[in-house]
C-alpha cells in the first residue's frame, strides 16, 4: 500500500476514532490493496434491490462493492452517498462511507467486542452458530492482517 492511502487511511480513521491498522488491515482482506477492485453481488441485488424498481444502472451499482474496503453501493446510498457509483473507488470518498459503516457495527457491538464488529461489516449482522461466526474465516483474516501490519511496526 503506497503512503498516500496510508495518509487517508490516518485520516479517515482517527476521525471517526478507529485504529488506522484496522483499516489497513480490511483493505488488505478486502481488495488486496486495491482501490479500483469491484465485485457485482448478483444474490444481492436478487434479494435486496430487485424488488426497489430501480433503473439498471442504479440496481447494479447499488449491488456492486467498491474500492478498498469494498463498499456496497446500497450501503453508501443509505449512509447518505448522492455521486456516481464510480466515485467510490476513490480513496477519499470510498474510506469515508466504509469507515463510517465500520464505525456504527463498532458502535452497536461495543460490549460485544471488536470480532463482533468485524463479522457485521462482512454479513450485516454478527451471526454466531455453535459458538463461532458464520463468517468466521473472515474474522480471522482480518484479525490475521491486522496481527501481520502490527507486527511491521
Known amino acids: 500500500?503506497?503512503?498516500e492511502i496510508r495518509k487517508v487511511i490516518k485520516e479517515k480513521a482517527l476521525k471517526y476514532g478507529i485504529d488506522p491498522d484496522l483499516i489497513e488491515a480490511f483493505c488488505l482482506v478486502e481488495s488486496s490493496d486495491d482501490p479500483d477492485a469491484e465485485r457485482f453481488e448478483p444474490d444481492f441485488k436478487k434479494r435486496y434491490i430487485d424488488y426497489m424498481k430501480l433503473d439498471n444502472e442504479e440496481a447494479e451499482g447499488r449491488a456492486t462493492s467498491y474500492g478498498l474496503m469494498q463498499i456496497m453501493g446500497q450501503v453508501a446510498r443509505e449512509l447518505?452517498?448522492?455521486g456516481q457509483f464510480s466515485e467510490l473507488f476513490t480513496p477519499e470518498i470510498g474510506l469515508e462511507y466504509s469507515i463510517r459503516h465500520l464505525k456504527h457495527f463498532i458502535d452497536k457491538y461495543n460490549k460485544q467486542g471488536m470480532n463482533h464488529a468485524i463479522a457485521a461489516y462482512n454479513a450485516g449482522s454478527a451471526r454466531i452458530k455453535g459458538g463461532l461466526?458464520?463468517?468466521?474465516?473472515?474474522?480471522?483474516k482480518v484479525n490475521k492482517a491486522l496481527n501481520k501490519i502490527k507486527g511491521r511496526k
Open 1 to 3: 500500500m503506497n503512503q
Open 80 to 82: 447518505g452517498f448522492k
Open 133 to 140: 461466526f458464520v463468517n468466521q474465516g473472515y474474522v480471522d
